[in-house]
T-cell receptor, first 112, second 119 residues
Framework: GNSVTQMEGPVTLSEEAFLTINCTYTATGYPSLFWYVQYPGEGLQLLLKATKADDKGSNKGFEATYRKETTSFHLEKGSVQVSDSAVYFC???????????FGKGTTLSVSS | SAVISQKPSRDICQRGTSLTIQCQVDSQVTMMFWYRQQPGQSLTLIATANQGSEATYESGFVIDKFPISRPNLTFSTLTVSNMSPEDSSIYLC????????????????FGEGSWLTVV
């Protein structure tokens, strides 16, 4: 079946540190991959996406590259800010008409 | 893109009662989804609601407990019936914009969520 595995959290970093949150997936076919972010007390927001192999999604300094050979979609940011503190969810969508399948989420806490 | 409004945003409910959550979208969409996010957990799909057909429920969720209506392409409701404290969760409505072939589509948008506490 389809599934998403994220690294366990919480991840605690100092401001300006480099961030990597690992995400791997299992899917039939060629899924689209997403990162969503949930800030404290807020709803879920799309952060970035990639729809085919080798695509790079980017937004707000975050990047993730769709790696078919390693079935991965790791989230990276070169220099985190306190305002990046949130829960990050990796997700996949296998085909049109289907819902998203989410990983368990990774909590990021950035201190100044 | 799609803008989704959910009501209520928060509520405290008595055990044994039922509550209906409304989801309004600012554009016509074919596919709508309802998710549950229990405290500190990830999102779990409850059901898929397409206009003109019965909702399709995921394993572990049944229509008697979570009846869904989808009367048109911009609106849906989810009812949480006979609530217990275990139903305390965020319930999220989401819609799919575009198609897999649409470069600007294939994105699923979420409402702000309805935060329910059952006491």
């Amino acid at each position: 079946g389809n599934s998403v595995t994220q690294m366990e959290g919480p991840v605690t970093l100092s401001e300006e540190a480099f961030l990597t949150i690992n995400c791997t997936y299992t899917a039939t076919g060629y899924p689209s991959l997403f990162w969503y972010v949930q800030y404290p007390g807020e709803g879920l927001q799309l952060l970035l996406k990639a729809t085919k192999a080798d695509d790079k999604g980017s937004n707000k300094g975050f990047e993730a590259t769709y790696r078919k050979e390693t079935t991965s979609f790791h989230l990276e940011k070169g220099s985190v800010q306190v305002s990046d503190s949130a829960v990050y969810f990796c997700a996949l969508r296998n085909q049109a008409g289907t819902a998203l399948i989410f990983g368990k989420g990774t909590t990021l806490s950035v201190s100044s | 893109s799609a803008v989704i409004s959910q009501k209520p945003s928060r509520d405290i409910c008595q055990r044994g009662t039922s509550l209906t959550i409304q989801c309004q979208v600012d554009s016509q969409v074919t596919m709508m989804f309802w998710y549950r996010q229990q405290p500190g957990q990830s999102l779990t799909l409850i059901a898929t609601a397409n206009q003109g057909s019965e909702a399709t429920y995921e394993s572990g969720f049944v229509i008697d407990k979570f009846p869904i209506s989808r009367p048109n392409l911009t609106f849906s409701t989810l009812t949480v019936s006979n609530m217990s404290p275990e139903d305390s969760s965020i319930y999220l409505c989401s819609v799919a914009a575009g198609t897999l072939d649409d470069a600007s589509g294939n994105t699923i948008y979420f409402g702000e969520g309805s935060w329910l506490t059952v006491v």
